[in-house]
């Protein structure tokens, strides 16, 4: 009989490292290693390597977190019972003000005049006060139309 079951032992450790076993001469091979008489017939590799593969698929991945439900804490729960809906109204209408006013603090300046940024160009292309210095230059300029048809 242990000459019988070392043969099937054999023939049975061969189909496995060859990927030929079905499920069921897998289940039977197992049941083979587990029997403590048979188990001696394995040779110590492949009783190392089974028990090895045994740990394995008796591991398990962690439950994921959104199945793992902690309670919340009960004064938690009562400020949640005890909050308006209209306070998420009114925190909605603070952000959608605070994003209006913030979009005119990012706005880059058409120009600065006397030091202050002007947002709008047609108040910088009416402050003509600063033009009256170019008229001073009004003589050099007929200079040069001189010079320039006497060449």
């Known amino acids: 009989m242990k000459k019988e079951q070392e043969e099937r032992i054999g023939e049975l450790l061969e189909r496995y490292f060859e990927a030929r076993t079905t499920q069921a001469e897998e289940s039977e091979l197992?049941?083979?290693?587990?029997?403590?008489?048979?188990?001696?017939?394995?040779?110590?590799?492949?009783?190392?390597?089974?028990?090895?593969?045994?740990?394995?698929?008796?591991e398990r991945m962690p439950e994921p977190a959104a199945e793992r439900q902690t309670p919340c804490p009960a004064p938690v729960r009562t400020l949640m019972r005890h909050i308006s809906p209209w306070w998420g109204v009114a925190a909605a209408a603070l952000f959608a003000v605070g994003i209006f006013l913030g979009a005119g603090l990012l706005r880059?300046?058409?120009?600065?005049?006397?030091?202050?940024?002007?947002?709008?160009?047609?108040?910088?292309?009416?402050?003509?006060?600063?033009?009256?210095?170019?008229?001073?230059l009004g003589a050099s300029e007929q200079m040069v139309d001189d010079m320039m048809e006497t060449l």
Do not use: M, W
């Open 108 to 136: 880059k300046p058409y120009c600065y005049i006397d030091g202050k940024p002007v947002y709008d160009r047609k108040v910088a292309l009416q402050t003509t006060v600063y033009f009256d210095a170019f008229a001073t």
């Open 30 to 58: 197992r049941g083979l290693l587990h029997d403590a008489e048979s188990a001696e017939n394995f040779p110590a590799e492949v009783r190392l390597l089974f028990g090895g593969l045994e740990a394995l698929s008796a």
